[in-house]
């Protein structure tokens, strides 16, 4: 079992930016790779980005550029770094945690709202 724990959240301008932060509990954290997740409202959730415990980076097209995953593993947490923000960034984030054994197998974070004004 993995506890994840989203913060960081909040309401900022287009162009303004916003770093989240997931920590994890309850399980050895390099054997999980991380990812953040979006959902808007009527939308599908979507992958944003992704960090192996490598660190081999995966990021959608839609943030490519503009947000920056990190993970530190001594700490148990992942970051985004979320610069140059789109009124169509809006949405709740979630952290994930997907084992390397079993993909599915897998936790979520209960989410974090971050609302982008134009």
């Known amino acids: 079992q993995v506890q994840l724990v989203e913060s960081g959240g909040g309401l900022v301008q287009a162009g303004g930016s916003l770093r989240l932060s997931c920590a994890a509990s309850g399980s050895i954290f390099s054997r999980y790779v991380m990812g953040w997740y979006r959902q808007a409202p009527g939308k599908q959730r979507e992958l944003v980005a992704s960090?192996?415990?490598?660190?081999?980076?995966n990021y959608s097209d839609s943030v490519k550029g503009r947000f920056t995953i990190s993970r530190d593993n001594a700490k148990n947490t992942v970051s985004l770094e979320m610069n140059s923000l789109k009124p169509e960034d809006t949405a709740v984030y979630y952290c994930k945690a997907t084992s390397i054994f079993a993909t599915t197998t897998a936790y979520w974070g209960q989410g974090t709202q971050v609302t982008v004004s134009s």
């Open positions: 960090i192996t415990n490598g660190g081999i980076t």
